[in-house]
């Protein structure tokens, strides 16, 4: 997934070591896909790939670990926004069974990314998205980035997250890959205009 993706990234509340990884993600219905880290030293980083990939949607995460590192207490997960609006209910499934396992926190980048864009629209920070560091304004923002495991509340969508409105609108939607099946799909379903529209206000 590229532009297509909404992305959170997941905070563990306890490390999990390389040698659990597969097993863990497992026990909450996702695959470990055959490109994640095989062979590979301590001396590079790996990176493990997971996906559920249903009728209801495709949602994948991905966890790293740093060289001369064994544990990692965190990994982002993404769903396509192209996928039945139902995707959200299993994004937010498989979340709420990995916060049974052990408790997490989920920081949505996708609201940080829509109030950064605001601030620089409105001249406070610059292209960058710098400006705010170390300021209050910054830790605000941070605090609202971390949601609920509640799926009812991220489809009130109160921020008006044109990414999340796509998904939402999606009453059919289709299981697709990155890269030019990305492409073909947008201009399948006529939704290169609504990208379009993302992109000029958003960006």
Sequence with gaps: MGLEAYLFQIQLSRPVDESDVVDLFKKIGMTCLPTSAKN??????????????????????????????????EFSLRFSVLSPKIVIDQTFDLLSKLNSLMPIKVYDTEIHNHLYRQLRKNGVIDQNFEGIEGTDKEKEIQLQCFIPLDKVAFSRNDFSIHKRNLVLSNDKGEVIENGSKTIDAIEKKGLVDRFIYWVKNEL
């Design 40 to 73: 590979k030293s301590l001396t590079e980083y790996r990176s493990y790939y997971f996906e559920a990939r249903t009728q209801n949607g495709l949602t994948e995460a991905n966890m790293i670990y740093s060289p001369s590192e064994k544990n990692s207490d």
